[in-house]
């Protein structure tokens, strides 16, 4: 499973667009981003020896951590989903307001 990632080209272009433009460019960094998916199938985790509590066994996973090689693919996942529904909206007020 992979995730869409932009070239290096692609932010150049965008860049020089919005200096063109005359527009303000912003960057967004997430830091807890792969935190925030939700898997799609069961993953279970070996709990640590140097785990803070006294559990054993294995944990059962409800969300992505860093290091899954899901972890991408499932941000990917949500952050197309909320794109979608805002872009819907979006068209569906410009349909309305016409």
């Known amino acids: 499973m992979t ?6 080209a692609s932010y150049h272009a965008l860049l ?3 200096t ?7 960057h ?3 830091k807890t981003a792969f935190l925030n998916g939700m898997l799609d199938e069961e993953i279970y985790m070996k709990v640590l020896d140097r785990s803070d509590t006294n559990e054993t066994g294995v944990w059962k996973l409800l969300k992505s951590l860093y290091g899954l090689k899901q ?3 499932v ?5 197309d989903s909320c ?3 805002s872009f819907l909206a979006l068209l569906l007020v410009m349909i309305l307001d016409s």
Request: proline share 3%; glycine share 0%; aromatic share 6%.
């Open 3 to 8: 995730s869409p990632v932009a070239h290096l």
């Open 75 to 79: 941000w990917n996942k949500l952050l």
């Open 28 to 30: 967004l960094n997430i």
């Open 16 to 18: 020089s667009l919005a």
């Open 83 to 85: 794109y979608e529904s």
């Open 20 to 26: 063109k433009m005359n527009l303000k460019a912003h």
């Open 71 to 73: 972890a991408s693919h």
